[in-house]
């Protein structure tokens, strides 16, 4: 498990599997991709649709969409 990064090493153990099982990854990597679409749909609109205050908070939900997408990556590319 050392392989990965550390986000990556904690939504494992979080998820009870530290052996990273391919399918275990396969499962938490869609589980991950499935809150991502939560937090930030795809279809979000562009950060230059809102005012300065709601610009920042929408740069946020993307910044944390990015980072669970690139959990996901990691788990799956494993």
Same mark, same amino acid.
């Given at each position: 498990?050392?392989?990965?990064?550390? &986000?990556?090493?904690?939504?494992?153990?979080?998820?009870?599997?530290?052996?990273?099982?391919?399918?275990?990854?396969?499962?938490?990597?869609?589980?991950?991709? &499935?809150?991502?679409?939560?937090?930030?749909?795809?279809?979000?609109?562009?950060?230059?649709?809102? %005012?300065?205050?709601?610009?920042?908070?929408?740069?946020?939900?993307?910044?944390?969409? %990015?980072?669970?997408? &690139?959990?996901?990556?990691?788990?799956?590319?494993?």
């Amino acid at each position: 498990m050392t392989d990965l990064s550390p &986000a990556a090493q904690a939504v494992l153990k979080a998820g009870g599997v530290d052996q990273g099982w391919p399918i275990h990854r396969k499962a938490i990597a869609a589980a991950l991709r &499935a809150v991502a679409d939560q937090v930030v749909p795809k279809e979000w609109p562009t950060i230059e649709d809102y %005012n300065e205050y709601e610009q920042g908070v929408a740069a946020a939900h993307i910044k944390c969409r %990015n980072q669970l997408l &690139a959990i996901a990556d990691e788990l799956e590319a494993q």
